[in-house]
């Protein structure tokens, strides 16, 4: 059996499933890079923006009592129209110091994004009636509660905590919880996306497709991934990494500690990336310096 099937979804989704898995229709991916730099080159214009659009994989969810349209931003970041002009439009923030960021936190009107002291009690339900089967919903649960252990234990003086409150699984509302976990039966465009500490209440989801349990990916290797973006953390390759140029991106961000290729944040490129995506020594002093 092949080990891997690597698939570019929008700027550089990493789709490692196994070779029974079916991954999605994409357009070439000279076509996608090519319209997300033009854009990137001319952010101010109209044209370049819609083209660089119309490559991107869109999906359509219903938030907040409404039909919200998201572009698949990176593999696992969904974005609307006006955020993924942003990200062409604000320059990059790199510290000349670090010649190669590791751990990267994502910054807004030049604060560092990440929750607040007071406001660390993070909680989650699992929609138990989106995943069908009870196997799958019961993976989530131990998986969910490996990778936020995972870091939580990685600074245990931070006041970070992710309570599952598992009463909430049967209701639709979830009311009461940080964030929804969600299946997405049908969707092809992502493994797994989730949100950041910023994003209005009706985004705070942590959703997994198909792919997710059909993958040589650690699953809860995954899930500390998409924690990572729910913390705060941007992927770390969004820095020009060699091997990993297919990744175009912008927006704000700053690093925190130099440069290793197996972090938690890094897609597989460039040489680094891994499959258990644990978290590394300097993942965890860069949590350490944000939160602590």
Not at 6 to 31: C, F, K, N, Y
Not at 127 to 136: L, T
Request: hydrophobic letters at 40%; glycine letters at 8%; aromatic letters at 10%.
């Amino acid at each position: 059996m092949r080990r891997l099937r690597i698939a570019m979804i929008g700027v550089l989704t990493l789709l490692v499933v196994r070779a029974d898995a079916q991954p999605p229709a994409l357009p070439p991916s000279g076509t996608v890079l090519a319209a997300l730099r033009a854009a990137q080159e001319d952010p101010d214009d109209p044209a370049k923006i819609k083209a660089a659009l119309s490559v991107l994989p869109k999906v359509v969810f219903n938030e907040g009592g409404a039909d919200r349209t998201y572009y698949v931003w990176q593999g696992d970041q969904l974005l609307t129209a006006a955020q993924v002009r942003t990200r062409f439009q604000h320059p990059r923030q790199i510290e000349k110091s670090v010649t190669s960021p590791e751990l990267v936190i994502l910054e807004a009107n030049g604060q560092d994004v990440f929750w607040p002291k007071g406001k660390r009690a993070l909680t989650y339900a699992i929609d138990k009636a989106s995943f069908g089967s009870n196997d799958h919903y019961m993976a989530i649960v131990r998986e969910m509660e490996i990778a936020t252990a995972d870091w939580v234990n990685a600074c245990p003086a931070c006041g970070l905590s992710f309570t599952h409150l598992a009463k909430l699984d049967t209701q639709k509302a979830a009311q009461g919880a940080t964030f929804v976990v969600r299946y997405q039966p049908d969707i092809t465009e992502f493994v797994a996306v989730s949100f950041f500490p910023n994003d209005p209440p009706y985004k705070r989801l942590l959703r997994v497709a198909p792919s997710f349990f059909a993958m040589d990916f650690s699953p809860e290797g995954v899930l500390r991934h998409e924690l990572g973006h729910i913390l705060g953390y941007r992927h770390e390759h969004i820095r020009d990494i060699a091997g990993c140029e297919q990744d175009v991106d912008g927006g704000a961000w700053r690093p925190i500690t130099p440069y290793t290729a197996n972090s938690v944040m890094h897609y597989m490129c460039g040489g680094g990336g891994s499959f258990d995506l644990k978290l590394r020594p300097r993942d965890i002093s860069g949590h350490i310096a944000i939160y602590s």
